[in-house]
């Protein structure tokens, strides 16, 4: 069964540095998302992409934030200057279609910022 | 933003039936969702209902919608100590809005 996966699965970094979190969709969707949930909270809204540019954000996604699809098959949330607060799991999720009726999120990658 | 609401924690026995509750404001929701998430795990789709149905059952899972009240339930029949997780209510609009997850624990 095709599968969302996300890279690195554990991220620590120090205040202040940027990092890049990866996925790869499934093949043949068109959307994508970013969620963060920091521990012990529920699932947040980040920002969906569709046809190589952003279709929606949310007020958490300001511009330490950005989104990237460098080719056909990766899609990358970059924080320039992550926070103590931006430590959470990133969940990167993609939809084939506009029928929304299925979306699969990866595994998540555990960013700590310390 | 969108709220979405649930309980959160559920504690059944082993062999009973669970119910999940969840209450939504958005009343455009095209898809009303399921997800399940075990510890140190991401988000595991288990079903979906559009908005026009008021019932869908899958195996041992039946959803359903009040629209009218905006209430939607997970109903988990023979719940067995897999079943241990959270469950994650969630919407789609043009955002997907998550409640806030009911940790559901099965006492064998």
């Known amino acids: 069964e095709p599968e969302v996966t996300q890279t690195p699965s554990h991220q620590v970094t120090q205040m202040g540095q940027e990092v890049i979190l990866r996925c790869v969709p499934i093949s043949n969707h068109l959307y994508f998302y970013w969620y963060r949930q920091i521990l012990g909270q529920k699932v947040e809204f980040l920002v969906s992409f569709y046809n190589n540019e952003i279709s929606e954000k949310s007020e958490i996604f300001d511009d330490q934030f950005s989104v990237e699809r460098p080719d056909g098959s990766n899609f990358t949330l970059k924080i320039r200057s992550t926070k103590l607060e931006d430590s959470a799991m990133y969940f990167c999720?993609?939809?084939?279609?506009?029928?929304?009726?299925?979306?699969?999120f990866g595994p998540g990658t555990r960013l700590t910022v310390t | 933003g969108e709220d979405v609401e649930q309980s959160l924690f559920l504690s059944v026995r082993e062999g009973d039936s669970s119910v999940i509750n969840c209450t939504y404001t958005d009343s455009s929701s095209t898809y009303l969702y399921w997800y399940k998430q075990e510890p140190g795990a991401g988000l595991q789709l288990l079903t979906y209902i559009f908005s026009n149905m008021d019932m869908k059952q899958d195996q041992r899972l039946t959803v359903l919608l009040n629209k009218k009240d905006k209430h939607l339930s997970l109903r988990i029949a023979d719940t067995q100590t897999g079943d241990s997780a959270i469950y994650f209510c969630?919407?789609?609009?043009?955002?997907?809005?998550f409640g806030t997850g009911t940790s559901l624990t099965v006492i064998p």
């Open positions: 969630a919407e789609s609009g043009n955002q997907f809005y």
């Open positions: 999720a993609s939809i084939s279609g506009l029928a929304r009726n299925e979306q699969y």
